[in-house]
């Protein structure tokens, strides 16, 4: 089991940017790949952004291509959200998940532990 704690979520405009982290604490960060997910008010979460252990290979959403950059610092136990040109449908919370099964990194069941998460609102 690993502990996840986000952090760096708030209120920008619209065009703006935010940069979320996730520490890992417990077992070894490596053996883990990571993925973002968000949720908004009566929507289901959903895939923002994957990495896998190396950080070699990334993922996302079709909605952040572009935008949004995953990336993770193993030293650090750390993974990171970076997010431009922000728009209000990114209103959501984030939230921080690992997963060391191997499986489909965009499918939230394949998580082992997830995050509190973090608000992100982004006004027009």
């Known amino acids: 089991q690993v502990q996840l704690v986000e952090s760096g979520g708030g209120l920008v405009q619209a065009g703006g940017s935010l940069r979320l982290s996730c520490v890992a604490s417990?077992?070894?960060?490596?053996?883990?790949?990571m993925g973002w997910f968000r949720q908004a008010p009566g929507k289901e979460r959903e895939f923002v952004a994957g990495?896998?252990?190396?950080?070699?290979?990334?993922y996302y959403t079709t909605s952040v291509k572009g935008r949004f950059t995953i990336s993770r610092d193993n030293a650090k136990n750390t993974v990171y959200l970076q997010m431009n040109s922000l728009k209000p449908d990114d209103t959501a919370v984030y939230y921080c998940?690992?997963?060391?099964?191997?499986?489909?990194?965009?499918?939230?069941?394949?998580?082992?532990?997830w995050g509190q998460g973090t608000q992100v609102t982004v006004s027009s």
């Open positions: 998940g690992a997963t060391s099964n191997g499986g489909y990194l965009k499918n939230s069941q394949n998580y082992d532990d």
């Open positions: 417990g077992r070894t960060f490596t053996v883990y790949n």
């Open positions: 990495i896998d252990w190396s950080g070699q290979n990334t």
